[in-house]
């Protein structure tokens, strides 16, 4: 049996969203360079495909050879991939997402003290001190009258 006492480290919400946060960009920046290998491999299958085993040698879309143009459609993937890592999250992450978040609250809240102060302005509570006066018609209501005449 052992004596000592179990101490637990407690990390604070804070920190553990940072620590969340930067796991999350390490896992997006380890599959943009897994991509990067992966193009460069296929790049080199669809050149071995097309040179050495002679597969579409004659399929030239607009005078270049058919794995150019897959390469560059490719490589315009990866560029979007890139852009996607490197600026968007950048410029359109966590931080951005939470100004949005709280731009967005704070104008609901504004809207909603606005409402309420119609609401008190067109239909006041009563005071505490006042007795209850229910709102009159401009006729007064015939107890003999039929509902929907």
């Known amino acids: 049996m052992s004596t ?3 101490t637990s480290s407690k990390i604070d919400p804070e920190q553990r969203e940072l620590i969340e946060r930067a796991q999350e960009r390490a896992r997006q920046k380890r599959r943009l360079y897994q991509h990067f290998i992966v193009f460069l491999i296929g790049s080199v299958v669809l050149i071995l495909l097309n040179v050495i085993f002679e597969i579409g040698r004659d ?3 607009f005078g270049l ?3 150019v143009w897959a390469i560059l459609f490719w490589a ?3 560029i979007a991939h890139i852009f996607n890592v490197f600026v968007t999250n950048k410029f ?3 931080e951005w997402e939470n100004e949005q978040v709280e731009r967005l609250v704070t104008k609901q809240q504004r ?3 606005e409402l309420r102060g119609k609401v ?3 239909h006041p ?3 505490k001190h006042e007795p209850f006066i229910p709102p009159t018609t401009e006729r007064p209501i015939d107890p003999d009258s039929t509902i929907n005449s």
Do not use: S, V
């Open 76 to 78: 315009l993937l990866f």
């Open 65 to 67: 050879d058919w794995f």
């Open 125 to 127: 509570l009563p005071r």
């Open 4 to 6: 000592e006492k179990k």
């Open 120 to 122: 008190e302005r067109d």
């Open 59 to 61: 399929i030239q879309p």
């Open 92 to 94: 359109l992450g966590k």
């Open 111 to 113: 809207r909603i003290e």
